[in-house]
């Protein structure tokens, strides 16, 4: 059974810093595209990024303008986003996702697998 389950959300000021993590079990996560995505309230889930088993990252670089990396640790079997100057317009719902295949990567439904999210609230 693939579980994957997000944690490090929480209230933090504009400007403040926070690190998601997503520890995978039921899959390797070096194996699958992990990716991360937000829903802020009375929005579509956007995507935000995810990193390729080859390591590759590719960023919505729209939303995440060089605040927001990924990383992955595969002894752990997690994926992390770290994030940075973080702004009002960050608050949502961030979600860990995992995918198998190698289309539609940028979009919610290219993944089979998804956490049950961590609330992020960014006050000003």
């Known amino acids: 059974q693939v579980q994957l389950v997000e944690s490090g959300g929480g209230l933090v000021q504009a400007g403040g810093s926070l690190r998601l993590s997503c520890v995978a079990s039921?899959?390797?996560?070096?194996?699958?595209?992990m990716a991360w995505f937000r829903q802020a309230p009375g929005k579509e889930r956007e995507f935000v990024g995810f990193?390729?088993?080859?390591?590759?990252?590719?960023y919505n670089a729209d939303s995440m303008k060089g605040r927001f990396t990924i990383s992955r640790d595969n002894a752990k079997n997690t994926v992390y986003l770290a994030m940075n100057s973080l702004n009002p317009e960050d608050t949502a719902i961030y979600y860990c996702?995992?995918?198998?295949?190698?289309?539609?990567?940028?979009?919610?439904?290219?993944?089979?697998?998804w956490g049950q999210g961590t609330q992020v609230t960014v006050s000003s």
């Open positions: 039921g899959l390797t996560s070096s194996m699958f595209t």
């Open positions: 996702a995992a995918a198998q295949g190698i289309l539609g990567l940028t979009k919610d439904n290219g993944y089979g697998y």
């Open positions: 990193i390729r088993p080859s390591g590759n990252i590719i």
